[in-house]
């Protein structure tokens, strides 16, 4: 610590005599220290401020011209980053860089964000200053049968397993959102034959996916890149994949460790990044076994399950008992198991048989998305009435069985058959007490039936921090009472308040206000598209409530040449 030399003040007798001053009368030109028109000099803190407030809005304009260039290029089907314009941007930033001496790493991430900021403005239009979605539910029972939600993860295991396989096959009733097509579009760069149209998507045979020398584009999502290293690790080569403004923030140094012993290396192409674009150089020399760790992903885990059967020893994954990917790693074995691939897996290991053969079923059985569909059966804890969705509900899965917990522990009576699943509202719980177990993403949704109870609750199991105070975020708002627990919150019923429109961190959030809206009407939501890309049929759902018999996209009328437009020829001689 410094060495300060310490000042002290003189005694007052002990100042300069002030006989030689002018007269104070002849200073009225002064202003008055007790005037209330005394200019003063601005605070720090107002100074920041007034900067802050400048630059948010030059950013503001930064995004709007970026946007224009992105809108451009998503139209034309090109992905909305244009690597070579950001390059000849961050020119400048590297020269002023060094003129302000910023430290030139730190300046290409905040260069990132800024991006990212402008085309997540394009990617989701409502995230821009549109008007509010109010949710006002009608408050009579519910009656509703319908077919899915298919299990998102489950799709895209089928989906790359088929491409793959280049089998012909169709998937059928799925949630067609962008992570699946982005799936499909990045395997179909490689060779693939795969098609979408509603909730249906289809593969066709054909010569097979080769990634060797080619630029793959794996969209935003983290799945679609863990299968694509996957099964790019098969045979020797190298090949590119570039991606979306998510993906290029993703840190691929956690999977350094894994590729490494696969005879692999990702190789960022950018040196001021760890994310995409990228290029992955295979050797060909893999082990058969491999140690998984806490910080493996757990979807990687299950990708390698799934691709194991292309390497040429197979593959073996070893953990820990009760690792916490063990569940994504069962669903990859189950789909291998159902294409005649003997996949084995137990408690601490998974192996998975080198194998040349397969038999992918014509329509494979995807069973029912535990989460989506669990928050979907709290309906009638609100309304009333009963829900229904036609599906496999997966009853082994340690997650699904979490889900059903919560449900019933918030006041729902819940039956499944082989076929379908249904839930009534039960009797009003004296006390709810849900651990969410491997279920956190229903964290929302617990949060809701906690207000519905009407009672003191405890909710627990919440491991994801950003989760966890997203849901106190929301309490807040709410004007509920809380207190955070050593493994949770406990919640104190009261009436709701509501102000503002609220932009849901995640689709639960956004669902679990749906729910809300029961209890009190008006609750407004500024992002409703992000429940429309996890499952776009959900809004057609909540509009169409209370009775619903089927649920179908809702129709579009084809219009004929000349009534798509209304614009008169003019024949000029």
Request: net charge neutral.
């Amino acid at each position: 610590m410094p060495n300060y030399k310490k000042f002290d003040s003189p005694d007052r007798s002990d100042r300069p005599g002030r006989s030689d001053r002018s007269d104070r009368s002849d200073r009225s030109d002064r202003p008055g220290r007790s005037g209330g028109d005394a200019p003063r000099k601005p605070s720090l803190l107002h100074e920041i401020r007034d900067l802050d407030e400048r630059l948010i809005s030059m950013i503001s304009r930064r995004n709007t011209l970026m946007g224009k260039a992105a809108s451009k290029r998503k139209l034309k089907g090109l992905p909305l980053a244009d690597p070579d314009m950001e390059r000849r941007i961050f020119e400048i930033w590297t020269t002023k860089s060094a003129d302000e001496k910023f430290n030139l790493k730190a300046a290409r991430r905040v260069f990132e964000q800024l991006n990212t900021l402008a085309y997540t403005c394009v990617a989701k239009p409502e995230n821009r200053n549109l008007p509010s979605y109010s949710l006002s539910p009608p408050r009579r029972p519910v009656k509703v049968t319908i077919d899915g939600p298919c299990s998102l993860f489950q799709s895209q295991l089928w989906i790359a397993l088929a491409a793959m396989c280049s089998a012909d096959a169709k998937m059928s009733p799925l949630s067609v959102n962008d992570q699946l097509t982005e799936l499909a579009k990045a395997f179909n760069q490689a060779g693939a034959h795969i098609s979408w149209e509603n909730d249906t998507i289809e593969s066709r045979s054909g010569e097979g996916v080769f990634f060797e020398d080619k630029l793959v584009f794996a969209g935003d999502d983290e799945m679609t890149l863990y299968l694509i290293l996957a099964f790019g690790l098969k045979s020797p080569g190298k090949f590119k994949i570039a991606g979306g403004p998510i993906l290029k923030q993703y840190d691929s140094r956690q999977l350094t460790s894994l590729l490494s012993p696969l005879g692999a290396r990702l190789n960022t192409l950018d040196l001021q990044s760890h994310g995409l674009p990228a290029r992955l150089e295979c050797g060909g020399n893999m082990v058969s076994s491999l140690t998984l760790t806490e910080e493996t992903p757990p979807k990687f885990a299950a990708a390698l399950t799934l691709a194991g059967w292309t390497y040429p020893q197979g593959m073996n994954l070893k953990f820990d008992k009760d690792w916490a990917g063990i569940s994504e790693i069962r669903d990859a074995v189950e789909v291998l198991n159902t294409c005649g691939i003997k996949a084995v897996l137990t408690e601490t290991e998974c192996t998975v048989p080198f194998s040349n053969s397969f038999s992918f079923p014509e329509q494979p059985n995807i069973a029912l998305d535990p989460e989506l569909s669990a928050a979907l059966l709290s309906i009638p804890a609100f309304a009333g009435g009963n829900v229904t969705i036609k599906g496999t509900w997966p009853k082994t899965s340690p997650k699904a069985k979490d889900a059903l917990k919560a449900l019933t522990l918030g006041g729902l009576v819940v039956k499944v058959s082989d076929t379908e699943i249904s839930s009534t509202k039960g009797e009003q719980p004296q006390s709810v007490n849900i651990d969410f177990g491997q279920a956190s993403k229903l964290f929302p949704i617990g949060i809701a039936l906690a207000v519905n109870s009407g009672t003191q609750c405890s909710l627990q199991g919440i491991k994801d921090v950003a989760l966890f105070e997203q849901g106190i975020e929301l309490l807040e708002r709410l004007g509920l009472q809380y207190a955070r627990t050593e493994d949770g919150v406990q919640i104190t019923p009261g009436r709701l308040e509501w102000e503002d429109a609220w932009t849901a961190p995640t689709p639960y959030f956004g669902i679990a206000l749906g729910l809300m809206a029961w209890i009190r009407p008006g609750l407004s939501l500024l992002n409703p598209g992000d429940i429309t890309e996890l499952w776009p049929r959900y809004w057609t759902l909540y509009n169409s409530l209370p009775e619903i018999d089927g649920l179908k996209d809702p129709e579009v009328k084809e219009l004929n040449d000349d009534a798509k437009s209304n614009r008169r020829r003019i024949k000029i001689d």
